[in-house]
């Protein structure tokens, strides 16, 4: 059996350091096994999907190494591997009317209402969130009869309602298992006709003979929908294995308001491929020899599925800075130069037009765009405090600030942009009563160190998030 591996992200953000984890153990488990490697972009969610996170993801896969041998902009045997062409072939329609042919799948006719009204219900009486499989008695003529007069359905899975899901996952000890009364009658094609991701991750990964599912464990849950799925529909299942989700260092998982998660951030901010490669493999799969520094090539020769971790790997950044030292102290000063040239290069565009005003010589870009590189930055206490202000009334303004900020990005009301941060900061201005000018300024010397800096707010959106409230919180005990 030759090995067919995939990584199957969706096009709906930056390409996240999670993906390139998983895509990294699938690349090195296909190469180790001479098999092959495909990228497959899952576009089912039309709308968040955009085309520039699909070029994104590319780009990503190639800056790290990790070449696909079949995909989106290469083609292959097997396609076409975005799933809203496959969508338009009518592919999963096939499959999901054989479903209801066979009595394994039943239209659902519940609104979006009767489901928040079931919803409240069942979190009321403390039971289950799940389907009341109201819908999954009704004989076909009924049903049918309701599709003739053009009623609005879905189509669900109809799971067993008796005994157990068991699985042998090679990286656990024991079966995984689930009753199959726990588990939902998924929704497996919309009232549109788009697939949900498990019917259409089923179905793609049997056309495309994926013979193993390497994932995260958060796909833990859907496991016996997958298996089951394929069985009803006469497909072999690929094996499917699970590892361990990344973790922040308080162990949740990991997430851009704790960590850079955004692969292109770090390649913008100068890291080379080879060191994140380094770092993510360390993550999952130790060296037989226990070094810390081996490249790609190495990766694959050492890879052992059996030695990859289902314990939550943690993402310590200081772990990474201590390999890109290791990398770059490595290059030859050609190459050195190159790679500072290039990681200019990728944030020109960006940059530039902030500093441009307070450039004299070419030399100045340096020390106006350190702001923007810098780890940490120094403080002069006189302008922190701005005049009118006390060391408390400081303080407090900056605690506010990231703690408001911090609420607003966990809801979803703030992307890290200059217009939404302007719009938060103003909206956080006007609600204490705060003077602009006052709160502006100590805003601008806690982030960047320097009274003087470029635009506020599009100096915050570049400086990143992450970077602007380390900074603060680190300024925080030393205002007195």
């Known amino acids: 059996m030759s090995v067919r591996v995939r990584i199957a992200p969706s096009p709906t953000g930056d390409p996240h350091v999670g993906t390139a984890y998983i895509a990294l153990l699938n690349y090195c488990f296909a190469k180790s096994q001479g098999g092959s490697f495909i990228l497959r972009v899952e576009d089912t969610d039309q709308g968040r999907c955009t085309p520039e996170s699909k070029q994104a993801i590319m780009d990503c896969m190639r800056w790290l190494g990790l070449e696909y041998d079949e995909g989106p902009d290469i083609g292959g045997e097997h396609g076409p591997y975005e799933q809203s062409q496959r969508v338009e072939a009518g592919i999963y329609k096939k499959y999901s009317d054989q479903l209801v042919e066979q009595g394994d799948a039943y239209p659902c006719f519940c609104s979006s209402e009767d489901l928040t009204t079931m919803r409240e219900a069942q979190r009321a009486a403390g039971e289950p969130i799940m389907y009341d499989r109201r819908c ?239 780890d940490d930055v120094r403080w002069q206490m006189q302008d922190v405090i701005p005049k009118g202000w006390d060391a408390n009334q400081t303080r407090k303004a900056l605690d506010t600030t990231v703690k408001s900020l911090r609420k607003l990005i966990k809801k979803g009301k703030l992307e890290w942009t200059a217009a939404d941060i302007e719009k938060g900061i103003k909206d956080i201005a006007e609600k204490n009563d705060w003077k602009p000018k006052q709160y502006y300024m100590t805003l601008r010397v806690a982030a960047t160190g320097r009274k003087d800096s470029p635009p506020l707010f599009e100096s915050l959106e570049a400086i990143g998030q992450l970077k602007v409230f380390k900074r603060i919180e680190a300024l925080l005990p030393k205002i007195r």
């Open 136 to 374: 999954r008695d009704l004989s076909k003529e009924e049903a049918q009869a309701r599709i003739d007069a053009g009623d609005s359905h879905v189509i669900r899975m109809k799971t067993p309602l008796e005994g157990e899901h068991s699985y042998p996952d090679r990286l656990r000890k024991n079966p995984v298992v689930k009753q199959w009364v726990d588990v939902d009658d998924q929704v497996l094609l919309k009232a549109d006709g788009w697939p949900t991701y498990h019917l259409a991750a089923v179905v793609d990964d049997h056309l495309m003979g994926i013979t193993h599912v390497i994932r995260a464990e958060e796909w833990l849950n859907s496991l016996p929908k997958h298996t089951w799925l394929n069985k009803q529909l006469g497909f072999e299942v690929p094996e499917y294995i699970h590892v361990g989700l990344l973790r922040n260092a308080d162990k949740s998982k990991i997430s851009k308001r704790k960590n850079p998660t955004n692969v292109l951030w770090y390649r913008d901010q100068g890291y080379l491929p080879g060191a994140l490669l380094n770092f993510l493999c360390l993550l999952g799969h130790s060296h037989p020899e226990e070094r810390d520094q081996f490249d790609l090539e190495e990766m694959v020769r050492i890879f052992d599925l059996s030695r990859l971790s289902v314990a939550g790997p943690v993402f310590d950044m200081d772990k990474l800075k201590f390999l890109q030292g290791l990398w770059f102290r490595d290059l030859s000063p050609e190459q050195m130069c190159a790679v500072i040239h290039q990681s200019l290069d990728y944030r020109m565009d960006e940059l530039l037009p902030l500093v441009a005003e307070r450039m004299i010589t070419g030399g100045d870009f340096c020390n106006q765009a350190d702001i923007f590189y810098a």
